[in-house]
């Protein structure tokens, strides 16, 4: 329905002489606050009118001089069960109500590959709408995304003081590197580092987000090599009026954020702007008894701008174009050691009508420039020397078009993209300041593919999608005779058979395939005492494996469950060669293969105001083969995870609370430094104080638990307990 009010809006002005009926209303979920963009469209005489809410859940459609009689009125948004009501005509202003989707019901982008929202029954995506976001009390993108079941980032540390280079996100317990094995989008657009696939959260305001879908399980059959382990996508907000989104906060350990977001389509036009300043003096990361006097707070700060222009044709074509200026500084925990990032990025899109399908084509370009300072610290910690300087340009361009048209049963996808990537690590080695010696190592990366999914609902009650996604991959050195060329296929077959009213279960076998990055290939690197050093000749990562679930609904209990299996042949991993008491030495490697094998788990109940979710994981990630590490586990995966998130809504004031616990895991491949079970618990308040505009608090880690985050092999420990108070308006 969703698409069907989309594709059929027109707009048509009502004669001047006849009055104009007009539906009116508001917009809310189940706790009383706005449902920003929803769609709203009636069902009139000839033809179907769609509009959207603005910032504040409020909408007005005119419907023209004829519309009698009773007519049918649909209100959809992402993450919420659609509604649908008969309502008589001229209508009396209108209150709807949507109530958050079941896990199996959420509409996404991200299964599909397309402009157009819909559900996929036969993958599992979880959605997280703005609403979820603004009710967990996680100041940071990937720390709200914590209750997602499997997903974890390297040493469990949040971007908010992590070194970027320690970003990388970990699905189904394929991690245990900064390089990501799953692909983050930022509406369709990779935010993963083009040199080492680590990942910038904070690169987009978050004023602008309006929802993130994860997608776990391979999603290599249609976005290639990157997206071996899942995907996360990050979509924004583009409102079809007039719309401002703000937010303005400030807390302990000196946080503070303003976060502006606006957007509008004027007469064909449409437009967002929106912008992010933060800054937080952060915490000591050493854990308190092995600290010592050259530990100081981990800080960062960061800048960013997002901004799009476009225009609708009539004809049904479309062209936009945008760009994102990012800039941030961070200081690593000793007075010596920071890094600092300056990206820029840009943008076209077209799509329009073509052979009776749609045809989207995409092209990007941008730049980024990396510093990063390393030292020796002595094992009492009362001094240091920093020893390397490190300076990386990066330059990625990439082109791709899709084309889907729908072929009765059936959805047919067909599409191509390339990617190019030159990448270097200026290095200048020091020893007691003076200069050792200088490096400029480095090289390029081609990548080019064709996919094709057809999805075909042979049945009501079974549907059927099949892809496939040829790779060509091709890498250069700059100052050696390295040159390599490999091509890959990943296929996918999945199925989802609906049982009964209340029951469906699903299933989907998959290949992957990830290319080591130029960031494994050229880059060193050291964190604490721990050296890990690059290797030119890495051979790519393949994957095997598939999942099984159940997805069981009825009323306001919903719950999902799914067990996966996979097996990475050639993982690239950090395998330790020596060890002394002031120095780990290690090199990136492959370690012939991961097995990996898991549960995942999602409920939610949503009893009138009340919501309850709960998310679980189990995971058995080790390595297997002819591996000095055979049958240890694998480095950062927990074993367990466990989430809860509690709201409560009433007369404009929300509670929220949110728990996660992550089980124990591994710094190394040896399993000789562990990190133990970590608990946390959030909680969240807020205020409506007029229309629009909301007031907060919120504390995270309200219990102040000391929980370790890695150990290199000093132990360094998570954020303790902060506050923040701010204010949230949308028009």
Not at 116 to 134: E, M, Q
Not at 174 to 203: I, M, Q
């Amino acid at each position: 329905m969703l698409v069907l009010l989309a594709c059929l809006a027109d707009g048509r002005p009502a004669a001047a002489s006849q009055p104009v009926v007009t539906l009116t209303g508001v917009v809310v979920d189940a706790s009383g606050s706005p449902v920003a963009d929803a769609v709203v469209g009636v069902a009139t005489t000839g033809d179907e009118r769609t509009t959207r809410t603005d910032g504040t859940g409020r909408f007005s459609l005119p419907l023209g001089d004829e519309a009698t009689g009773v007519r049918r009125v649909t209100v959809a948004s992402p993450g919420f069960a659609a509604v649908a009501v008969d309502l008589p005509m001229p209508p009396a202003p209108q209150r709807f109500v949507l109530q958050p989707a079941p896990v199996f019901e959420a509409i996404n982008v991200t299964s599909s590959r397309t402009d157009t929202p819909r559900a996929d029954p036969t993958v599992t995506v979880s959605v997280v709408t703005a609403a979820d976001l603004d009710a967990r009390a996680a100041v940071t993108l990937d720390d709200a995304l914590k209750l997602v079941p499997g997903f974890t980032l390297l040493r469990r540390t949040s971007s908010r003081v992590a070194n970027p280079t320690a970003q990388g996100v970990t699905l189904r317990g394929l991690g245990g590197t900064g390089s990501s094995r799953s692909l983050v989008l930022a509406d369709g657009l990779p935010l993963n580092d083009a040199f080492g696939g680590w990942v910038y959260w904070d690169k987009l305001p978050a004023a602008a987000i309006e929802r993130v879908e994860v997608l776990r399980g391979s999603g290599s059959d249609l976005y290639g090599a990157d997206a071996v382990g899942g995907v996360v996508q990050i979509l924004t907000r583009h409102p079809t009026r007039p719309s401002l989104q703000a937010l303005a906060e400030g807390g302990t350990l000196g946080t503070g954020r303003v976060s502006i977001f606006a957007g509008g389509r004027p007469r064909g036009w449409h437009y967002t702007a929106s912008g992010e300043w933060f800054s937080t003096d952060g915490y000591v990361l050493v854990a308190r008894d092995d600290r010592g006097p050259i530990d100081v707070r981990a800080g960062s700060h960061h800048r960013s701008l997002l901004g799009t222009l476009g225009r609708q044709a009539g004809n049904g074509w479309r062209v936009e174009g945008g760009a994102n200026v990012f800039a941030e500084d961070r200081r690593n925990g000793t007075p010596a050691v920071y890094n600092a990032t300056a990206s820029r990025r840009g943008w076209v899109d077209v799509a329009g009508p073509l052979a009776r399908g749609l045809l989207s084509a995409r092209t990007y370009a941008g730049t980024q420039g990396y510093d990063q300072s390393f030292s020796a610290v002595p094992l009492d910690r009362a001094s240091e020397d920093v020893n390397r300087l490190q300076r990386i340009p990066t330059r990625a361009v990439g082109v791709g078009a899709q084309w889907v048209r729908a072929l009765g049963a059936h959805a047919l996808l067909v599409g191509a993209e390339s990617k190019f990537i030159r990448g270097q690590t200026q290095e200048t080695r020091l020893a007691q300041g003076r200069v050792l010696g200088v490096t400029d190592d480095g090289g390029e990366q081609q990548s080019g593919s064709l996919f094709v999914q057809d999805s075909w609902a042979v049945h009501h009650r079974l549907t059927v999608v099949a892809g496939v996604h040829a790779d060509g991959w091709h890498t250069t050195a700059n100052n050696t005779s390295y040159d390599k060329t490999l091509t890959a296929v990943n296929p996918r077959l999945s199925a989802a058979f609906v049982v009964s009213d209340h029951v469906s279960i699903r299933g989907s076998a998959y290949g992957g395939f990830r290319a080591p990055t130029l960031n494994e290939l050229y880059r060193g690197f050291r964190t604490g005492n721990t050296q890990v050093n690059p290797n030119e000749a890495l051979a790519p990562e393949r994957l095997t494996g598939g999942d099984w679930g159940i997805v069981v609904g009825r009323r306001t209990l919903s719950a999902r469950a799914s067990a996966f299996w996979n097996v990475l042949d050639d993982v690239v991993t950090n395998v330790t060669q020596s060890r002394t008491p002031t120095l780990i030495t290690q090199q990136r490697q492959n370690a012939d293969r991961v097995r990996s094998a898991g549960l995942e788990f999602e409920a939610g109940w949503r009893p009138g105001r009340f919501t309850a979710a709960v998310t679980a994981a189990l995971i058995d990630a080790r390595f297997a083969g002819d591996t000095t590490a055979r049958h240890n586990r694998v480095p950062q995966v927990a074993r367990a995870q466990l989430g809860l998130d509690l709201r409560y809504g009433r007369s404009g004031w929300t509670a929220s609370g949110q728990l996660r616990v992550t089980g124990t895991q591994f710094e190394d491949d040896l399993n000789l430094l562990p990190l133990r079970r970590a608990t946390v618990v959030d909680l969240m308040g807020s205020r409506a104080l007029t229309r629009g505009v909301h007031a907060f608090v919120a504390i995270e880690n309200v219990l102040d638990a000391a929980y370790d985050v890695g150990r290199t092999p000093i132990l360094t420990v998570g954020l303790p307990r902060t506050a923040r108070a701010g204010v949230r308006a949308g028009w």
